[in-house]
């Protein structure tokens, strides 16, 4: 049920092995009820809080379902942290896309959510009819994976809020150089929550790092057939030009491979956009009209 002042409901599902997931959905106006819903899939330690805003801004026109991954939000955290890998998450999305008769969607992927976009592709491809891929490809730098492994995973507290806001701009003030208080704030509060003891921590199961630590096990697949599932669907790849994760080299590569991909770079960000970029959401809306005009060409 959803509140008064919010614009999602909670929706929940299960997992093949038990785990009772979270995932927000922001509903589409009957008249626009044709059109594939969006799925957006957060990277490694963030949530359904991510998309709030683009979700938001797209709701009504489009149905926005917004997950948060097994370990993270209010999704249950798995017994077997050997769990916590992406052909696992893929695995919950099919879950998620039978308990919702989804057959067709468009999907906006930032990070481990691109890698999970590019398995589903792969499976059945076809039916992923729009991909959003964000700061994410086939091939991830060796450089930004090492930065990630430093601080996943570590449980740190926070007394108060300014405090977290203080220590994310500490550790990712490179990544988000033109960032201020308030965008720290913004993102203590999408990424962390209140403890049980009051204290701020992160808002997702420590033991994600585990399967992650151990270096090439990101995918667990060449990724690069993969994403070959997404030839046939409007793709729009999102880099930000300071990103230590995903290199212009691969980037330039995809668009070789994908005959419907477009690049947008991002100035002055690093891993990963937030999607909430004037220019990007431009390019979101371009992306969703190209969507619009493929699914009215196959099922008018």
Known sequence: MSKPDQPYSDG???SNDGLRLHFRDYPARPENAHRPPILCIPGLTRNARDFEQVAA?????????????????????AKDA?????LTYVQDMEALLRAEAIERFVAFGTSLGGL??????STRPGRVVGALLNDVGPQLEPEGLARIRDYVGQGRSFPTWMHAARAL?????????GYGVSEWLDLAKKTMKIGAGGRIVYDYDMK?????????????VDLWPAMAGLSPAAVLIVRGALSDVFSEATAQRMLTML???????????GHAPTLEEPEVAAAIDDLLTRVDAAVLATHP
């Open 116 to 121: 999970i976009t590019m398995l589903l592709a």
């Open 169 to 177: 701009s500490e550790a990712q003030g490179a990544v988000f150089p």
């Open 259 to 269: 005959p419907q991909g477009r690049l947008l770079t991002v100035e002055n960000k």
């Open 82 to 86: 050997m769990s916590y890998v992406p």
């Open 12 to 14: 929940f599902w299960w």
């Open 57 to 77: 801004r797209l709701a009504g026109d489009w149905r926005v379902i917004c997950v948060d991954l097994r370990g993270r939000g209010d999704s249950a955290y």
């Open 208 to 220: 994600i790092a585990e399967p992650f630590a151990v270096p090439g096990g990101e995918a667990g």
